[in-house]
């Protein structure tokens, strides 16, 4: 339908820019995860190496002391306690320049105890108690330097995994946003090509009728008597009403197409519309010979009552062209539906030209189309007010038995079937 046509086409819009907006969205997201990896690894590589390696070397201080104080405290020649001393104090003297408070001053008591121990001012049985807590120190700073570094790497690899993730979504959704520009290319594309072939089309019956009115011009100045000056202005006015109504044609499905309207859908009285139908076409069923006839009914339908007239109109005027002798204009009930129908008896048309019934410039073929009758646009305009009011149309017809043109509406709940 037409309003849908155009929904679709202002959906692809607001698709593609919101693919736009999270592709933007995405991009920046990846930017600013790979700026935070690449801080992470400056800061791992500036600031937690050199913690690690103050770490460790307060790990091996206390690891030293250690050993250091249990060799004063079992030795027992004076020399080597002494040595023990001396070496425990290089030690104590450097446990980590960014170790805390609690690992230097252990370090500190520990060289003091050992420094009494090896002087044999304190009982060296005391020392197990110290080397108990050196060890146990020792284990927490090197238990704390492992759960840094996990959480350093766990950090790393979750923002590197991020940073996969939004990559994937981001070829997704290019590949997508690819897809969708395509199929809107392609649908512009369409509408720029039908659009074209329909004023290319129109440019072309335009300038055929201007051309027979300037030949109708032409005849009538060279015209004497008055018996052909009365045949050529009679021509010349069917000329001139039949490029109005062309022209008023053009103009409609222009309009239909270029604005979206939307039907005022509310009960309508048939029967209304078809007295109203009935006053319209009398002079015209005269002059072209056709016995046009509207079944009474009373049936009502849920439709917009001007679309409902402009679509009959259309159907009417191209039954009278095409009928030989008679046109029906009727309605029926079918099931929760209304189906108004309007019957000729001319020429029908062959299979292999039904398809292409729907176009613009498209006629039926047969004796009329011999004779000029017709430009084509009244079926497509039909269409299209169809489309709006979601109405069905089926055109039943085959050669040389007429057509029967089918529109389908809505019957309101609320009235009785008639």
């Known amino acids: 339908m037409r309003h849908r046509k155009w929904h679709g086409l202002w959906l692809a819009y607001l698709s593609a820019g919101f693919c736009v907006l999270v592709f933007t969205v995405l991009s920046t997201g990846i930017l600013g995860l790979q700026q935070r990896i690449l ?71 520990a060289y003091q105890l050992i420094q009494s121990i090896a002087a044999r001012e304190r009982d060296p049985a005391e020392w197990a108690a110290m080397e108990k807590a ?25 923002d590197s995994l991020t940073v996969r993730n939004l990559a ?36 072309h019956d335009f300038r055929q009728r201007l051309h027979g009115l300037q030949l109708l011009i032409n005849t009538a100045k060279r015209s004497r008597a008055a018996r052909d000056g009365g045949n050529v202005l009679s021509s010349f006015e069917a000329t001139t009403n039949d490029l109005q109504r062309y022209l008023e044609n053009l103009l409609e499905i222009a309009r239909l197409d270029a604005v979206a309207i939307r039907p005022l859908i509310r009960k309508v009285v048939l029967q209304e519309v078809f007295q109203r139908l009935e006053l319209q076409f ?9 016995d046009i006839k509207f079944r009474h009914t009373r049936l009502w339908c849920m439709t917009d009552e001007n679309m409902l007239l402009r679509i009959l109109e259309n159907l009417i005027a191209n039954a009278m062209k095409f009928a030989r002798s008679r046109v029906l204009v009727a309605a029926r009930l079918r099931g929760d539906q209304v189906e108004v129908c309007v019957i000729d008896n001319g020429p029908g048309m062959p299979e292999f030209n039904r398809r292409s019934l729907y176009k613009a410039f498209v006629q039926g073929g047969g004796a009329a189309q011999q004779a000029g009758l017709g430009f084509g646009l009244g079926l497509s305009i039909v269409m299209r007010l169809a489309g709006l009011l979601s109405a069905p149309v089926n055109i039943g017809t085959k050669e040389g038995h007429g057509s029967m043109v089918r529109v389908r509406f809505d019957r309101p709940s609320d009235v009785p079937p008639g």
């Open 39 to 109: 801080g992470l690894t400056n800061e791992t590589r500036e600031v937690l190496v050199p913690q690690f390696l103050e770490q460790i070397r307060a790990v091996r201080n206390l690891e030293m002391l250690a050993h250091y104080g249990g060799l004063a405290a079992k030795a027992e020649d004076s020399a080597v306690r002494q040595e023990a001393a001396f070496l425990a104090a290089f030690a104590a003297a450097n446990p980590g320049n960014l170790s805390d408070e609690q690992t230097r001053q252990l370090a500190s008591s």
């Open 134 to 158: 050196l060890s146990s120190r020792a284990d927490q700073v090197a238990v704390s330097i492992g759960q840094v570094v996990t959480q350093r790497a766990t950090n790393i690899r979750d």
């Open 168 to 203: 994937i979504a981001l070829a997704v959704l290019f590949a997508l946003s690819m897809g969708m520009m395509l199929v809107l290319g392609r649908f512009l594309m369409v509408r720029i090509k039908v659009k074209s072939e329909l004023f290319n089309e129109a440019s």
């Open 282 to 290: 009398q002079d015209a069923a005269s002059h072209h010979g056709v």
